[in-house]
């Protein structure tokens, strides 16, 4: 078992920076998800723990030895790969023992750890068939087979999900985080769904265009976001953003824009006079008999989506405000009608409009 | 769906092109077979079939000797351009390094150059070397001009492999010769076994370069040897139909033994891109 860090590391194509000052570590055991959008940064940072990429600056320690050298084979790690990468013309079986062999582990160990993982990822019954021969879970075990059996220290996963259709996907994100349970292994896991990170992650790292902006655990990055991006990236539906005004007022903070007005009790006390404000769709509610909520407000319906556990209703409020408001069961609305709803108090997120940095909540 | 019309459409272009093909071979086959001292060629049937004939080529031609000549150049420049075009596309195909690109030009330019352009520099510096007169003398410039087209044609299938495969083969602990010989080798069989196909048969039907180079009547190779049906004054016709369908079998068993590698192979790069 090993740590690992990114220590400044950078990797840069010509002019464009794939990553930049990345400085993030996985603790010994540790189940770390790198997530974020196409080009931010996240794959990179795991090929360079990997080795299949050069550092063009700072370095990765692996288990507390510097590695920007070593190649992959001598860093103790495995990988499992987003379109498996499984040899075709051998059988799961000598996929599974190709690393094992070429490390000059004896063939009565090989055959006994294969029979181990095999058991545990129920690929027993499949050892003699060929990768086409497979479906696509099956696939995805077999890669996640040849990973776990070398018994490295860290284990790489690079969007392994991303070819299995959603169920099979949900299953897999389980049986994942139980092996992970069982034995834990530092993983770094790459993804770009924040279902998946927020779910698998002990930490979660969101990044974005080469930048890590923050990491954290998934119930922090949730609750509270470092940045306008984490903000909006995490969460389904997003976050709604606006850019309001802001003054202190009697009895607290003014926030609005457009004759839309949100008198606030609490607010942090370095408040600028614009501030984007964020509210997360299930702390904005259709108006029952208050609740404790801020408001009512009211707002025309410009969008709905029913889900049956819950509804999500885009509202307009004033010129250029929108927030989504939540509701319980299905929820049909008219586009256009108006609709009452409160804000749940302490659930505002402030951020400065010039940098989009968290200011705090209200 | 294709229609009727078009089915009947598709049949006739293929007999039309596949009797375009064969027409020669059968004119061939029906001149070798008829009287030695027949005049006239082409699709006469003739009256009676002499199969002496081949009997009779093959002590003209001393093609014995021939095709153990051409045997031992086709055999030898066949091992050594597959070996090297494997490493040298494997090289340029799946890594990274300074002057690649300008090493991949040196091997084009050995594509595109008429080879006719070089033979004669080409006899005086192997005489320098003493070369010229016997077998490697032909093996060495054969092998030579396959592995520009080896080369070329293994980068093209090593470049659209997936780069994970080779990733995964790396993680694995797999050095850079292991990956090619376990990994990549097994599943580029196809693109191999063409390579060797078009490698052998053009080895076997060169004249030229044989000829500049082999003037001993011992180590001649086959097609060479078809020159002997041919005086200053007279055409042996009929031994000269009889001796080229010896020279040609060579290519056509091993043609018929690989086609359906080799058809998979010429595919693979247009289906899978």
Redesign the interface.
């Known amino acids: 078992m090993a740590d690992v860090r990114w220590d400044g590391a950078e990797k840069r194509y010509g002019d464009v920076r794939a990553l930049d000052d990345l400085r993030l570590e996985a603790a010994d055991g540790e189940f770390l998800v790198l997530v974020g959008p196409s080009g931010s940064g996240k794959t990179t940072a795991l090929r360079l723990v990997a080795g299949l990429e050069a550092l063009t600056g700072g370095h990765v320690w692996i288990g507390g030895r510097q590695v920007d050298r070593l190649p992959p084979r001598q860093r103790g790690i495995a990988m499992v790969f987003q379109d498996y990468a499984l040899y075709p013309q051998m059988s799961v079986e000598k996929n599974l023992a190709f690393g094992l062999r070429i490390a000059g582990v004896p063939r009565g160990e090989i055959r006994e750890r294969i029979g181990t993982t095999a058991e545990m990822l129920g690929l027993a019954d499949l050892l003699g068939r060929k990768p086409r021969e497979l479906s696509g879970g099956q696939r995805q075990r077999v890669a996640l087979g040849r990973a776990l059996v070398r018994g490295a220290g860290v284990l790489l996963m690079d969007e392994p999900l991303s070819n299995l259709d959603a169920q099979l996907r949900a299953q897999t994100r389980i049986e994942i985080k139980r092996l992970h349970e069982q034995a834990p292994t530092t993983t770094v896991y790459v993804t770009h769904d924040q279902v998946e990170a927020m779910t698998m992650g002990d930490r979660v790292a969101v990044m974005q265009g080469g930048k890590l902006q923050q990491v954290a655990d998934p119930a922090t990055i949730y609750d509270d976001p470092a940045n306008v991006f984490v903000a909006s990236f995490i969460g389904t539906p997003a976050m709604a953003l606006n850019r309001l005004g802001a003054a202190w007022g009697d009895g607290g903070a003014e926030l609005g824009a457009n004759g839309f007005t949100l008198r606030v009790p609490a607010a942090p006390e370095a408040l600028p006079a614009d501030v984007t404000v964020g509210l997360r769709p299930e702390h904005c509610r259709l108006w029952r008999d208050g609740d404790g909520l801020l408001g009512p407000f009211e707002g025309r319906v410009e969008s709905f989506e029913a889900l049956g556990r819950e509804s999500f209703i885009g509202v307009e409020v004033a010129d250029g405000v929108r927030l989504v408001v939540a509701a319980e069961g299905t929820m049909r609305s008219r586009l256009g009608e108006l609709v009452r709803f409160g804000i749940v108090p302490g659930r505002l997120h402030l951020f400065s409009a010039e940098s989009g940095l968290a200011l705090g909540r209200a | 769906m294709t229609t009727r019309a078009e089915r009947i459409a598709n049949y006739t272009i293929l007999i039309v092109f596949s009797l375009l093909a064969l027409a020669p071979i059968v004119g061939l086959l029906l001149t070798a077979l008829r009287p030695a001292d027949s005049v006239g060629v082409g699709f006469v049937f003739p009256r009676s079939l002499h199969f002496h004939n081949f009997v009779d080529a093959w002590h003209t031609g001393d093609f014995g000797t021939g095709l153990r000549s051409s045997a031992i150049i086709a055999v030898a420049v066949v091992a050594i351009a597959t070996v090297l075009s494997i490493l040298g596309g494997y090289g340029l195909g799946t890594m990274r390094f300074r002057g690649d690109s300008v090493v991949f030009a040196a091997f084009l330019i050995g594509l595109i150059m008429p080879f006719e352009a070089t033979i004669i520099p080409l006899y005086y510096d192997l005489r320098r070397v003493q070369l010229t007169g016997g077998y490697w003398g032909v093996i060495l410039p054969s092998a030579a001009l396959s592995v520009a087209f080896g080369t070329f044609w293994m980068r093209a299938f090593f470049l659209a492999t997936?780069r994970?495969?080779l990733?995964?083969?790396?993680?694995?602990?797999?050095s850079s010769l292991?990956i090619l010989v376990?990994?990549l080798l097994?599943?580029a069989r196809p693109a191999v076994l063409t390579m060797m196909v078009l490698t052998f048969m053009w080895t076997w039907n060169d004249f030229l370069l044989s000829l500049v180079m082999l003037p001993d009547p011992s180590v001649q190779t086959a097609p060479l040897k078809l020159a002997l049906f041919q005086g200053r004054y007279v055409t042996d016709i009929t031994g000269l139909a009889a001796g080229a369908l010896i020279v040609a079998l060579p290519v056509i068993v091993v043609y018929a033994f690989l086609q359906r590698h080799f058809i998979r192979g010429v595919l693979s790069g247009a289906v899978k891109g």
């Open positions: 997936p994970s495969l990733e995964a083969a790396r993680i694995d602990g797999a292991r376990s990994v097994p599943f």
